[in-house]
Nanobody, 115 residues
């Protein structure tokens, strides 16, 4: 079983920044693409950004230019730097890890953007 643990969520004012982290257990050689998603109640989980082991990135149009994904392969950790946050970014954010054993999700971390 692969453990995926997110951290870094919280309350931030509009225009502020947050950095999410997601750490996966196991060997780094077994971890492939890592990504961030979010899901509002009643909606489908939405891809925000993902990154391959080689560092190639992919962003949703809704966050392009504001969010930056990065990873530290030695630590099996992926980050999401979120800038210029808007109230509509309020959501539960999930980390997804593609592993040789399958796909694993974290438990989610709440991000709330409000004044």
């Amino acid at each position: 079983q692969v453990q995926v643990v997110e951290s870094g969520g919280g309350l931030v004012q509009p225009g502020g920044s947050l950095r999410l982290s997601c750490a996966a257990s196991g060997s780094s050689r077994s971890i492939y693409t890592m990504g961030w998603y979010r899901q509002a109640p009643g909606n489908q989980r939405e891809l925000l950004a993902d990154i391959t082991t080689g560092g190639s990135t992919n962003y949703a149009d809704s966050v392009k230019g504001r969010f930056t994904i990065s990873r530290d392969n030695a630590k099996n950790t992926v980050y999401l730097q979120m800038n210029s946050l808007k109230p509509e970014d309020t959501n539960v954010y999930y980390c997804k890890v593609a592993h040789e054993k399958g796909v694993y999700w974290g438990q989610g971390t709440q991000v709330t953007v409000s004044s």
